[in-house]
């Protein structure tokens, strides 16, 4: 069974630290792009960062780019998310989801990747506060 | 950033209605649309990506269509486990950006 797991969620003071792991199984991790998604409370979803298959590819959403960093450990099948100087505003819970495509050919030249998130872990928490 | 607004943002349904909930994206990303479903505590699922493709396991029930700007999702009859909260996301460059969502509620 394809299974993701969170863990690492904590409470934490503004400008503190936490680092985030989302633990794979029943596919091999390396073959796939990764994503953070997180969900404040009574708030909707938001992508958060993403990674290559190879994690030679980093992105990041403006809101958390330069204090966060994704990783993965694709011989321990584990996907990272290091969070530093926290703000209250990073309160959510935070879903890893694996990443999938399809190729579209169109002509002889032309094909198309489409991306989705097709399996996700429960989430875990983190709440920044003093 | 490209920024997705759904409409409604909450919408109230009987069992058996047919709904549509749209989603239009600030700039034309072709059909790189994804819909989910997310219900209270539990994790977001996976309906359609690429616009219009329903992913495996699925009801028929959900469609989706559109391209460019312009989107929908479609439940044709809704039954008692489609009440849950609906989301569009833009995977056709980062940040991959969602709709605000839009709750579906018994009527």
């Known amino acids: 069974e394809v299974q993701l797991v969170e863990s690492g969620g904590d409470l934490v003071q503004p400008g503190g630290s936490l680092r985030l792991s989302c633990a794979a199984s029943g596919f091999t991790l390396s073959s796939y792009a990764m994503s953070w998604v997180r969900q404040a409370p009574e708030k909707g979803l938001e992508w958060v960062s993403g990674i290559s298959g190879s994690g030679d590819s980093t992105y990041y959403a403006d809101s958390v780019k330069g204090r966060f960093t994704i990783s993965r450990d694709n011989s321990k099948n584990t996907l990272y998310l290091q969070m530093n100087s926290l703000r209250v505003e990073d309160t959510a819970l935070y879903y890893c989801?694996?990443?999938?495509?399809?190729?579209?050919?169109?002509?002889?030249?032309?094909?198309?990747?489409?991306?989705?998130?097709?399996?996700w872990g429960k989430g875990t928490t983190v709440t920044v506060s003093s | 950033d490209i920024q997705m607004t759904q409409s409604p943002s909450s919408l109230s349904a009987s069992v058996g209605d047919r709904v549509t909930i749209t989603c239009r994206a600030s700039q034309s990303i072709s059909s790189h649309l994804n819909w989910y479903q997310e219900k209270p505590g539990k994790a977001p699922k996976l309906l359609i990506y690429?616009?219009?493709s329903l992913h495996s396991g699925v009801p028929s029930r959900f469609s989706g269509s559109g391209s460019g700007t312009d989107f929908s999702l479609t439940i044709s009859s809704l039954q008692p486990e489609d009440f849950a909260t609906y989301y569009c996301?833009?995977?056709?460059?980062?940040?991959?950006?969602f709709g605000q969502g839009t709750k579906l509620e018994i009527k």
């Open positions: 989801a694996k990443d999938d495509r399809i190729t579209v050919v169109r002509g002889a030249l032309n094909y198309y990747n489409y991306y989705y998130m097709d399996v």
């Open positions: 996301q833009q995977s056709y460059t980062t940040p991959r950006t």
């Open positions: 690429a616009a219009s």
